[in-house]
């Protein structure tokens, strides 16, 4: 008996971590389970990211109006053709007090172009509000169902470290009674501790997506954290060829790009404008005084235009339409190179669902039945001699090990989904 106690003091070295661990489950369990719909709304009303790229929005949009409007006209005054002697303003024929007003106008065309250059700036931030919209949006739905796998798999390590734990005192009491062997309850122990271990990685993984989740809902107080409610799946209908279609016409990413490409053919219709000059008008008023004699003269009026000469092509206008040539190519690149990826990767993920999917329905209607009830068969057989101990532990690991696959393709599924629906372009409001 000397030698069974020694078997039984082993485990109490893990009761204090146990009861940690337990602990900080019980509180994540204590709290109300958040649907991601809720989080998803309060996500889009206080994401920092969120707010910064709607207030952008707006600075672009006020940019537009701006961009065809016409330079401030210029307002001068002054005295023209002045004599240096005494009382000037009487003295000579062309003396005078002058006030003017000139406004420079650009060649026709071009006050159109840079309000359409605006105006598709705009419409491609305006997508990439959306696009930062669904990325925080994807980002929330994947550290959820990370969170919900990490939950779910600390309760189904509890549950497999009880039912260790029960099969360890069944291998007690038959070692007490001189059936088992030291072996038996050895094995159950080493067991037990793995389960504890695993507990711990658990424990220490969970506040990260905790603080993940908080960040991606913009809380500035920590306050209660959500608590993911149990995996599920339901299955829906994937199809490549429909699902890029829908990225090419909805993908804010992609429609981003579209307007840049728009906006930099714009560009290059405004740099070609500058081979065509604008124009300087300007119109002024001169009031003369009466002669020494008191001959009478009259006023003035001057009205002149006056147009730049955009004679510096070689050195000036041609290398700006190149730049403006060379910007546009970029962007077409940018967004065949961006469809390209999408595709690739909605390939990819289509494949992640499919294949995670097939695994949950094989797990809950073949293999973990059947694994079940080879579980209490062994049971059964053990306490009657017809089978040993360490059968009876591996067959309850490779449980263990199933339920832990099923739950991870459970999760894997549904990030599948939110990956899918990111690179689809969804709207989320």
Same mark, same amino acid.
Do not use: C
């Given at each position: 008996?000397?030698?069974?106690?020694?078997?039984?003091?082993?485990?109490?070295?893990?009761?204090?971590?146990?009861?940690?661990?337990?602990?900080?489950?019980?509180?994540?369990?204590?709290?109300?389970?958040?649907?991601?719909?809720?989080?998803?709304?309060?996500?889009?009303?206080?994401?920092?990211?969120?707010?910064?790229?709607?207030?952008?929005?707006?600075?672009?949009?006020?940019?537009?109006?701006?961009?065809?409007?016409?330079?401030?006209?210029?307002?001068?005054?002054?005295?023209?053709?002045?004599?240096?002697?005494?009382?000037?303003?009487?003295?000579?024929?062309?003396?005078?007090?002058?006030?003017?007003?000139?406004? %420079?106008?650009?060649?026709?065309?071009?006050?159109?172009?840079?309000?359409?250059? #605006?105006?598709?700036?705009?419409?491609?931030?305006?997508?990439? !509000?959306?696009?930062?919209?669904? %990325?925080?949006?994807?980002?929330?739905?994947?550290?959820?169902?990370?969170?919900?796998?990490?939950?779910?798999?600390?309760? &189904?390590?509890?549950?497999?470290?009880?039912?260790?734990?029960?099969?360890?005192?069944?291998?007690?009491?038959? !070692? *007490?009674?001189?059936?088992?062997?030291?072996?038996?309850?050895?094995?159950?122990?080493?067991?037990?501790?793995?389960?504890?271990?695993?507990?711990?990685?658990?424990?220490?993984?969970?506040?990260?997506?905790?603080?993940?989740?908080? %960040?991606?809902?913009?809380?500035?107080?920590?306050?209660?954290?959500?608590?993911?409610?149990?995996? /599920?799946?339901?299955?829906?209908?994937?199809?490549?060829?429909?699902?890029?279609?829908?990225?090419? @016409?909805?993908?804010?990413?992609?429609? $981003?790009?579209?307007?840049?490409?728009?906006?930099?053919?714009?560009?290059?219709?405004?740099?070609?404008? #500058?081979?065509?000059?604008?124009?300087?008008?300007?119109?002024?008023?001169? /009031?003369?005084?009466?002669?020494?004699?008191?001959?009478?003269?009259?006023?003035? @009026?001057?009205?002149?235009?006056?147009?730049?000469?955009?004679?510096? =092509?070689?050195?000036?206008?041609?290398? %700006?339409?190149?730049?403006?040539?060379?910007? =546009?190519? /970029?962007?077409?690149? &940018? !967004?065949?190179?961006?469809?390209?990826?999408?595709?690739? *990767?909605?390939?990819?993920?289509? $494949?992640?669902?499919?294949?995670?999917?097939?695994?949950?329905?094989?797990?809950?209607?073949?293999?973990?039945?059947?694994?079940?009830?080879?579980?209490?068969? $062994?049971?059964?057989?053990?306490?009657?001699?017809?089978?040993?101990?360490?059968?009876?532990?591996?067959?309850?690991?490779?449980?263990?090990? !199933?339920?832990?696959?099923?739950?991870?393709?459970? $999760?894997?599924?549904?990030?599948?989904?939110?990956?899918?629906?990111?690179?689809?372009?969804?709207?989320?409001?």
């Amino acid at each position: 008996m000397r030698g069974h106690e020694a078997i039984v003091d082993k485990t109490e070295p893990a009761v204090l971590t146990h009861a940690v661990v337990q602990k900080a489950f019980a509180a994540s369990a204590s709290h109300h389970e958040t649907l991601l719909p809720d989080l998803i709304a309060e996500a889009l009303e206080n994401n920092p990211e969120i707010q910064a790229a709607q207030q952008e929005r707006e600075a672009a949009r006020q940019r537009i109006a701006p961009a065809q409007a016409l330079d401030d006209p210029m307002l001068e005054a002054g005295v023209i053709n002045a004599p240096l002697a005494s009382s000037p303003f009487n003295r000579e024929d062309m003396t005078m007090k002058m006030i003017g007003l000139s406004q %420079r106008l650009p060649f026709p065309g071009k006050r159109g172009l840079r309000q359409e250059v #605006a105006s598709k700036d705009a419409e491609a931030i305006d997508q990439g !509000y959306h696009e930062t919209v669904n %990325r925080v949006v994807h980002d929330l739905k994947t550290v959820y169902f990370d969170l919900g796998l990490t939950l779910e798999m600390i309760k &189904l390590v509890e549950k497999n470290k009880q039912t260790l734990e029960h099969f360890l005192r069944i291998a007690e009491e038959r !070692y *007490r009674v001189g059936q088992g062997n030291q072996a038996d309850v050895l094995k159950a122990q080493t067991q037990v501790s793995r389960m504890q271990d695993r507990l711990l990685g658990l424990a220490r993984e969970q506040p990260a997506f905790e603080a993940e989740l908080i %960040r991606a809902l913009g809380r500035i107080t920590r306050g209660e954290i959500p608590v993911p409610v149990s995996l /599920q799946t339901q299955e829906i209908p994937l199809v490549l060829e429909t699902l890029q279609q829908e990225a090419l @016409v909805q993908r804010p990413q992609l429609l $981003a790009l579209q307007s840049l490409i728009a906006r930099n053919e714009k560009s290059v219709d405004l740099a070609r404008k #500058a081979y065509y000059p604008d124009f300087d008008v300007r119109f002024s008023y001169g /009031q003369r005084d009466n002669m020494l004699d008191g001959i009478r003269r009259d006023d003035m @009026v001057s009205m002149t235009v006056a147009v730049n000469l955009p004679v510096w =092509r070689g050195s000036k206008i041609e290398p %700006r339409i190149m730049e403006a040539q060379a910007m =546009r190519a /970029q962007t077409v690149s &940018l !967004y065949q190179a961006q469809r390209n990826e999408i595709a690739a *990767r909605l390939r990819q993920q289509i $494949a992640m669902a499919e294949q995670s999917l097939k695994s949950v329905k094989l797990y809950q209607s073949a293999i973990l039945p059947q694994a079940k009830l080879t579980v209490e068969s $062994a049971l059964t057989a053990y306490q009657v001699n017809r089978v040993d101990f360490l059968t009876l532990l591996d067959n309850q690991m490779t449980v263990f090990d !199933y339920e832990a696959n099923l739950i991870a393709a459970m $999760a894997n599924y549904n990030k599948a989904l939110a990956e899918i629906d990111w690179l689809a372009g969804k709207k989320q409001h």
